[in-house]
């Protein structure tokens, strides 16, 4: 008996499309299956999900501020030597507000972050007013894991090309698989875009 030819066509539907297997893109998707456990989530990368978007450049370090640290001082040296004054300054303060809370939350997915004996972030302080944390450079394999273990369907090798609009407003996208060339349909109530790997 002959094979029968795949469908040309792969179509899923979720409540939420992320776009975007790298660090953003998965903790986009493990935070809302943390916050709403029945709601379904689609990740999808044009490569192998937990093996791109982590920079290297980083040397296995996090910034961040901790009680100690002088927000202030990270934001003004922000503004003035590194965004040139182009920052949303609202969204660089709200960052380096949860900084901390956020390392942390990476230890309770599972990624390998320094502490202290007493379950505080072991930091580094720097001379500019903030403190850096070690955190282990394969980050990436962890963060997959946890997100398989939420339930996200993971859909790697698949290309978005194009966002779905329907009334001015976002309802999915195409693309198609790196492998086969299969078009891909992703239908979905709510789309993030977490893609460019750093």
Known sequence: MAETAKDPVTSLNADVLVIGGGFGGLAAAIRIKELSPDASVLLVDKQTIGWGGKANKGAGVLWVL???????????YHVKNI?????????????????????????????????????????????????????????????RAKAAKLGVKLVDKTHVTELLKR????TGAVGFNLLDGRLAVFNAKATILANGDC
């Open 167 to 170: 009334d001015g407003r976002v």
């Open 66 to 76: 901790t009680p100690e640290d002088d927000l202030e001082a990270f934001v003004d």
């Open 83 to 143: 965004g040139i004054y182009l920052n949303d300054q609202d969204l660089l303060y709200a960052m380096a507000q949860q900084s901390y809370g956020a390392a942390m939350k990476l230890a309770d997915w599972g990624v390998k972050v320094l502490k202290t004996s007493s379950g505080e972030l072991d930091v580094s302080r720097l001379p500019l007013g903030w403190s850096l944390a070690a955190v282990d450079l394969d980050m990436m394999q962890p963060l």
